[in-house]
């Protein structure tokens, strides 16, 4: 039934597109001759527009634009002022640090009337792309036509078309049999994709949490604990589901009022801050150290004893929650870095679900053996008893914990633009750190609090065994291969100097061009809707494109027409069109294509993509960013069939 609503949601086509963005302007009149233009830019919360400057020549930004024109006789006094600076801020879309503006901002310039002159007329122009935390629209423009003088200053919206003029009669005619609207749905939005995969990742971080040193010891103590009560099966089963619902109560609450105190777009802006990011690498480095034997990180010991105390001199359930109560405080020295990572992660989503997502399913994969050896205590005997191999299990963390230290450094570093951390180095890094995490599963790398082992375990072999597979499949990356198992680890590939395996479809940046194409040479049509700034675009190209069986697909069987909606390029014939009630002038070959993208699909997102046959229809489907190759492939297939079909 979800599933049913929210693809109904995305396909509903002929509804309006939200304006995240709304511009306004009026004259204020200062004296006879004098005046100002004052431009407001109102944001819908979690949306901003970037500052007027790019921070360096390569950033992959749009920057707003305010540019005026005047009839004769009115003079500038001076340039555009904000009311307020543009503030700094890490865009993790952008993986830059930034100037933006959210909430509401005004923006001023003041005229004068030279002598001879009473009137004025202004025509004010604002361009910019309004970003939130996971996406952004395609670049923009607002036009207003203003008038100062006689007899009043006064603010002339933009004229709407005629009573009974459509859109394709105010536009410049694009061709209509392509043109047309359609209803389309999108198959990457059917399910909330990234809130399913928090609650799996947080269910396996759950289980690799009881297999910590600080978790395990916790084990005979809950068989002790359960044992005590003594109680009748019916109650013995009570108990233990109340133990594990605690649990993940606990947890989840912990969760939610982290991201209720900082807020969730706040919490989203300090996860990808730099600052959090190097604290939080270097905290990383320090589990890991004290995972490798360096020293022993744990909360104050009165703490978990007063609670165990009260635990065992109470009864009933706030017993059974106090001990579950124990369980998170004893455990938190190991389970931190995991939490803290999963909280960061959680965070991106924006909203209170994301770390509610997470925090549950990694309380469900701890609470949920626990909440067996509660109804099972003598399941205790078949457990290993603690020893050197939780020494092992400590130092296999360690690794983790550095392995994944790295990813926070590396946002800190195109942050500050440092370039300590490009592509390269950091595949080097890590590497080096599954090599090395191989050779000590093998026993050839020994650390001083580790036991002596004369030969290697079998699950060792096939743990290292992995570990070094994946240093080997991470080599080509050093030259530039995708690598799209950590598409969202590594940095992005541009930082990288050295690309062997770069490389460009022969496609077609002119819809109507790449449709006659099509139709000439009878083949089915992929259209991509893509932006030079646009980061996710770029990833879907390395990770899902440069793939040698969708490319293949795609050069033997489709026409690519490749659409850049922020491409400045100026149209040899402007014109305008009727959308929502007002009147977009469509002046650029990127305001071409983005209103195409508005007016016959209904979206104004990028990456987006579109299969379509000779007639303009589509054939299944749209996609957006998503970095399954094989599930793009058989989407790719699918609309073939379709094609071939008719």
Same mark, same amino acid.
């Given at each position: 039934?979800?599933?049913?609503?929210?693809?109904?949601?995305?396909?509903?086509?002929?509804?309006?597109?939200?304006?995240?963005?709304?511009?306004?302007?009026?004259?204020?009149?200062?004296?006879?001759?004098?005046?100002?233009?004052?431009?407001?830019?109102?944001?819908?919360?979690?949306?901003?527009?970037?500052?007027?400057?790019?921070? !360096?020549?390569?950033?992959?930004?749009?920057?707003?634009?305010?540019?005026?024109?005047?009839?004769?006789?009115?003079?500038?006094?001076?340039?555009?002022?904000?009311?307020?600076?543009?503030?700094?801020?890490?865009?993790?879309?952008?993986?830059?640090?930034?100037?933006?503006?959210?909430?509401?901002?005004? *923006?001023?310039?003041?005229?004068? $009337?030279?002598?001879?002159?009473?009137?004025?007329?202004?025509?004010?122009?604002?361009?910019?792309?309004?970003?939130?935390?996971?996406?952004?629209?395609?670049?923009?423009?607002?036009?207003?036509?203003?008038?100062?003088?006689?007899?009043?200053?006064?603010?002339?919206?933009?004229?709407?078309?005629?009573?009974?003029?459509?859109?394709?009669?105010?536009?410049?005619?694009?061709?209509?049999?392509?043109?047309?609207?359609?209803?389309?749905?999108?198959?990457?939005?059917?399910?909330?994709?990234?809130?399913?995969?928090?609650?799996?990742?947080?269910?396996?971080?759950? =289980?690799?949490? &009881?297999?910590?040193?600080?978790?395990?010891? @916790?084990?005979?103590?809950?068989?002790?604990?359960?044992?005590?009560?003594?109680?009748?099966?019916?109650? !013995?089963?009570?108990?233990?589901?109340?133990?594990?619902?605690?649990?993940?109560?606990?947890?989840?609450?912990?969760?939610?009022?982290?991201? $209720?105190?900082?807020?969730?777009?706040?919490?989203?802006?300090?996860?990808?801050?730099?600052?959090?990011?190097?604290?939080?690498?270097?905290?990383?480095?320090?589990?890991?150290?004290?995972?490798?034997?360096?020293?022993?990180?744990?909360?104050?010991?009165?703490?978990?004893?007063? /609670?165990?105390?009260?635990?065992?001199?109470?009864?009933?359930?706030?017993?059974?929650?106090?001990?579950?109560?124990?369980?998170?405080?004893?455990?938190? !020295?190991?389970?931190?870095?995991?939490?803290?990572?999963?909280?960061?992660?959680?965070?991106?989503?924006?909203?209170?679900?994301?770390?509610?997502?997470?925090?549950?399913?990694?309380?469900?994969?701890?609470? %949920?053996? *626990?909440?067996?050896?509660?109804?099972?205590?003598?399941?205790?005997?078949?457990?290993?008893?603690?020893?050197?191999? &939780?020494?092992?299990?400590?130092?296999?963390?360690?690794? /983790?914990?550095?392995? &994944?230290?790295?990813?926070?450094?590396?946002?800190?570093?195109?942050?500050?633009?440092?370039?300590?951390?490009?592509?390269?180095?950091?595949?080097? =890094?890590?590497?080096?750190?599954?090599?090395?995490?191989?050779?000590?599963?093998?026993?050839?790398?020994?650390?001083?609090?580790?036991?002596?082992?004369?030969?290697?375990?079998?699950?060792?072999?096939?743990?290292?065994?992995?570990?070094?597979?994946?240093?080997?499949?991470?080599?080509?990356?050093?030259?530039?291969?995708?690598?799209?198992?950590? !598409?969202? *680890?590594?940095?992005?590939?541009?930082?990288?100097?050295?690309? %062997?395996?770069?490389?460009?479809?022969?496609?077609?940046?002119?819809?109507?061009?790449?449709?006659?194409?099509?139709?000439?040479?009878?083949?089915?049509? &992929?259209?991509?809707?893509?932006?030079?700034?646009?980061?996710?675009?770029?990833?879907?190209?390395?990770?899902?494109?440069?793939?040698?069986?969708?490319?293949?697909?795609?050069?033997?069987?489709?026409? $690519?027409?490749?659409? @850049?909606?922020?491409?400045?390029?100026? %149209?040899?014939?402007?014109?305008?069109?009727?959308?929502?009630?007002?009147?977009?002038?469509?002046?650029?070959?990127?305001?071409?294509?983005?209103? =195409?993208?508005?007016?016959?699909?209904?979206?104004?997102?990028?990456?987006?993509?579109?299969?379509?046959?000779?007639?303009?229809?589509? $054939?299944?489907?749209?996609?957006?960013?998503?970095?399954?190759?094989?599930?793009? @492939?058989?989407?790719?297939?699918?609309?073939?069939?379709?094609?071939?079909?008719?």
């Amino acid at each position: 039934m979800l599933a049913a609503v929210l693809t109904a949601a995305v396909s509903a086509w002929a509804a309006p597109l939200p304006e995240n963005a709304v511009w306004t302007a009026r004259v204020d009149s200062l004296a006879p001759d004098k005046g100002a233009v004052v431009l407001t830019a109102t944001m819908t919360e979690g949306w901003h527009i970037y500052g007027f400057e790019k921070p !360096s020549a390569d950033a992959t930004m749009f920057p707003t634009e305010i540019t005026a024109t005047a009839s004769e006789g009115l003079e500038w006094t001076d340039d555009w002022t904000p009311s307020r600076a543009a503030s700094e801020h890490f865009d993790a879309l952008l993986q830059l640090k930034l100037p933006w503006w959210d909430g509401s901002v005004d *923006f001023t310039r003041h005229f004068r $009337l030279g002598s001879g002159a009473d009137a004025a007329s202004i025509k004010v122009v604002a361009a910019f792309m309004v970003c939130n935390a996971q996406s952004c629209t395609a670049p923009d423009k607002r036009t207003f036509e203003l008038r100062f003088g006689t007899p009043a200053a006064a603010v002339a919206t933009p004229e709407p078309a005629a009573a009974g003029e459509s859109a394709a009669a105010v536009a410049a005619a694009p061709e209509s049999e392509w043109w047309a609207p359609v209803a389309t749905e999108s198959a990457s939005d059917e399910v909330p994709a990234g809130m399913w995969a928090l609650l799996g990742f947080g269910f396996l971080g759950g =289980l690799l949490a &009881l297999l910590t040193p600080c978790v395990w010891p @916790m084990i005979p103590m809950t068989v002790s604990f359960f044992l005590k009560r003594g109680r009748s099966r019916s109650r !013995s089963i009570a108990d233990a589901l109340i133990y594990g619902a605690s649990i993940i109560v606990i947890y989840l609450l912990l969760g939610i009022a982290i991201t $209720l105190i900082f807020g969730a777009g706040k919490l989203n802006e300090i996860a990808t801050g730099a600052v959090f990011n190097v604290v939080f690498f270097v905290l990383l480095v320090v589990f890991a150290v004290s995972f490798f034997g360096a020293f022993d990180i744990k909360l104050p010991s009165r703490w978990s004893a007063a /609670v165990d105390s009260k635990a065992e001199n109470t009864s009933g359930m706030f017993s059974i929650f106090l001990m579950a109560f124990t369980l998170v405080l004893v455990s938190f !020295s190991c389970t931190g870095p995991i939490i803290g990572t999963l909280l960061v992660e959680a965070a991106s989503q924006g909203n209170v679900a994301g770390p509610a997502m997470g925090m549950g399913g990694f309380a469900l994969g701890l609470a %949920l053996p *626990f909440a067996l050896f509660a109804f099972f205590p003598s399941m205790l005997k078949e457990m290993p008893r603690s020893g050197g191999w &939780l020494n092992s299990v400590k130092v296999v963390l360690g690794f /983790v914990e550095l392995i &994944l230290s790295l990813k926070f450094l590396s946002v800190a570093d195109l942050a500050y633009g440092w370039h300590i951390l490009d592509r390269e180095v950091f595949l080097s =890094l890590w590497i080096v750190l599954f090599v090395l995490l191989g050779m000590y599963l093998l026993g050839k790398l020994r650390f001083s609090h580790d036991s002596p082992s004369a030969h290697t375990g079998v699950g060792g072999f096939f743990l290292a065994v992995c570990s070094l597979s994946f240093a080997v499949y991470l080599v080509p990356g050093l030259w530039g291969a995708p690598l799209k198992a950590i !598409s969202a *680890f590594a940095p992005p590939l541009h930082t990288q100097d050295f690309n %062997l395996y770069g490389g460009q479809f022969k496609e077609f940046d002119d819809y109507d061009e790449g449709m006659r194409y099509a139709a000439a040479h009878n083949m089915p049509v &992929l259209v991509d809707f893509s932006g030079y700034a646009c980061v996710n675009c770029r990833k879907m190209e390395g990770a899902v494109f440069d793939t040698p069986a969708v490319r293949a697909m795609i050069e033997d069987n489709f026409v $690519l027409v490749k659409l @850049m909606v922020d491409d400045k390029a100026p %149209l040899a014939t402007p014109y305008a069109v009727e959308e929502n009630g007002r009147k977009v002038d469509i002046e650029t070959v990127g305001e071409r294509w983005s209103y =195409l993208q508005r007016h016959k699909f209904g979206s104004a997102t990028q990456p987006y993509y579109v299969m379509l046959d000779n007639g303009g229809l589509p $054939l299944g489907p749209s996609r957006s960013y998503d970095e399954n190759a094989a599930a793009f @492939m058989e989407w790719l297939e699918a609309g073939l069939a379709t094609y071939q079909s008719k």
